[in-house]
């Protein structure tokens, strides 16, 4: 693969750093502009297996609301997220619903579980 330079910007912590990465692929070659050395880990991931948090909803079956919040309890695999939002949106769940539940478990076979990020009552609750 041919050796290119990117822009990114670590998210690692609130200062966001601009980042000029020269990489080979997957092969990280050069990078400027990161104030700590957190900043090379976080190219380093960008490169080999991307993640991110997921957060959205799931329908609840017989709840106070109609939607529950739910969020992945690691970073989830970047390049799969839009297949695990489609998974989730085919889900709905019974109320009560109690927070850290978890609503999908080994989420696509990648190990990371999906649970609601607070309780919903019954309507009758
Ligand atoms: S390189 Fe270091 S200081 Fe800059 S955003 Fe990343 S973690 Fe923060």
Redesign the pocket.
């Known amino acids: 693969m041919p050796e290119t330079t990117d822009e990114m910007i670590?998210?690692?912590?609130p200062?966001?750093?601009t980042?000029q990465v020269t990489h080979n692929g997957e092969t990280l070659l050069h990078v400027d502009g990161?104030?700590?050395s957190?900043?090379l880990g976080?190219v380093e991931r960008e490169l080999t297996d991307p993640r991110r948090m997921v957060a959205t909803t799931v329908r609840v079956r017989g709840g106070l609301h109609p939607l529950v919040p739910v969020c992945t309890v690691e970073p989830f695999p970047k390049p799969r997220i839009f297949e695990l939002l489609g998974a989730l949106r085919h889900i709905e769940i019974e109320a009560p619903v109690k927070m850290n539940q978890v609503v999908l478990e080994d989420a696509l076979g990648t190990g990371v579980d999906v649970v609601a990020s607070r309780d919903m009552p019954g309507t009758g609750s």
Do not use: A, D, S
């Open positions: 670590c998210i690692t912590c200062v966001g750093c980042l990161n104030t700590c957190r900043g976080y």
